[in-house]
């Protein structure tokens, strides 16, 4: 008898953090009805939008790419806890949630789902995402590392809008898992078989430009993105909101933002030991150039700083800061925006805490 995808069990995704970034990949992965391909079901792990996704009994996704349709995942949960009793087996877990180490440690979020049978995607922008991963679960479970350059935002709760591009790239993350170079952690070993079934899954799901890579591109991509990230998020923040083309148009900011990019690759080169960026990515002008030519965008650090939320200061200057700096590099123009906007952030949510605890007490 021919096997199909529906007499082969299914791979269980579990997706930790329905936001934008979580709800437009599970929706992609989750194909309950497949005919070819693999058979995927994804489900949800929730916070703050839990109710509004039962209520709808699904996801609204307003997509760019592929139109506009409901996401029905398999389960919803309101916790990881919720997950874990259900006592299934995930294949993989996906990370979603936004990089915010100064707050807690998501690998202990994560820690009840996961199984030496399961991968841990990371799709997470920063450097240095997966250590806490690593030290958390040591060589025991695979993490998979992503970076994606879509634009995704949840407009309100359970309602995700793609506006422009899919771009991913998934890559293993070995380091401390196996301790030699090898067959196991070779093109054919099982962390690169996994990035590479994960990537399948993406495609058949209609992601075309989903990209599996080694352990070392992948990080040269995670770096080349700090390189856009590291310059322009923080540049946008401390200008006043400066949207990302019109940082590029004014002469003196110009300057900056290409210092902070080769501050950036100069770290990179020494914490990946090749010389940044490698043939093949573009230079500080060509990023410049085409960030230029897309208008309007704006940075997601200036939106979570202007609703008031953590920025993702840790994975997108501390840890690049503290890396280069651990090889003798410094990076003078990122580490005084790492500094100023941290203190930042730390004075404006006093100053919440301060004005809920008055207004509390004028209360009593
Ligand atoms: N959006 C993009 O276009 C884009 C593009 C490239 C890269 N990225 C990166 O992708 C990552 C995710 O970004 P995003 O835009 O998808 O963020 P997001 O829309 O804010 O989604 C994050 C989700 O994670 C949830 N969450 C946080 N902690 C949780 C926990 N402990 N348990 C369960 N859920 C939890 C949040 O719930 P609450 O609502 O309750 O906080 C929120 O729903 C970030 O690293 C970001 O930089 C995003």
New binding site residues.
């Given amino acids: 008898m021919a096997v199909t995808s529906a007499s082969r069990s299914p791979v269980r995704v579990l997706i930790?953090?329905?936001?934008?970034?979580?709800c437009f990949y599970g929706s992609r992965l989750h194909r309950p009805d497949a005919d070819t391909g693999e058979h995927v079901l994804v489900s949800l792990?929730?916070?703050?939008?839990y109710a509004a996704i039962v209520e709808r009994r699904g996801v609204e996704m307003r997509t760019r790419a592929y139109g506009d349709y409901l996401f029905s995942p398999e389960f919803v949960f309101p916790?990881?806890a919720a997950a874990s009793e259900k006592g299934i087996r995930w294949d993989y877990v996906v990370v979603?949630?936004?990089?915010l180490p100064d707050l807690g440690d998501?690998s202990s979020?994560v820690s009840p789902v996961a199984t030496p049978q399961t991968s841990i995607v990371l799709?997470?922008?920063?450097v240095g995402v997966e250590e806490p991963y690593r030290r958390r679960f040591g060589a025991d479970v695979q993490i998979l590392s992503a970076v994606?350059?879509?634009?995704?935002?949840?407009i309100s709760p359970g309602i995700v809008v793609q506006n422009r591009w899919t771009r991913i790239h998934v890559g293993p993350f070995v380091k401390g898992r196996w301790d030699q170079s090898g067959t196991v952690i070779g093109e054919n070993g099982p962390d690169h078989l996994a990035a590479k079934r994960f990537v399948q899954m993406l495609k058949d799901g209609g992601v075309g430009d989903a990209e599996a890579c080694t352990e070392q591109q992948l990080q040269v991509i995670r770096w080349h993105k700090i390189a856009i990230n590291g310059s322009m998020n923080p540049s946008a923040v401390l200008s006043n909101g400066t949207p990302n083309a019109e940082m590029t148009e004014d002469d003196e900011l110009r300057h900056h933002l290409r210092q902070c990019m080769e501050e950036v690759f100069r770290g990179a080169s020494a914490v990946l030991g090749i010389p940044f960026p490698p043939a093949g990515l573009a230079t500080a002008d060509k990023l410049l150039k085409s960030i230029g030519r897309n208008t309007g965008a704006r940075p997601?650090m200036l939106v979570d700083w202007e609703h008031g939320s953590r920025m993702?200061l840790e994975v997108i200057l501390g840890n690049p800061i503290r890396m280069a700096r651990e090889r003798g590099v410094e990076m003078p123009r990122l580490e005084a925006m790492y500094g100023l906007l941290k203190m930042a952030q730390k004075r404006r949510d006093e100053k919440v805490r301060d004005n809920k605890e008055r207004h509390l007490q004028t209360k009593l």
């Fill in positions: 930790v953090g329905a936001g934008a970034v979580g792990v929730c916070r703050s939008n916790s990881i979603t949630t936004k990089a998501d979020v799709i997470q922008n920063g994606t350059v879509v634009s995704a935002e949840q997601s993702e």
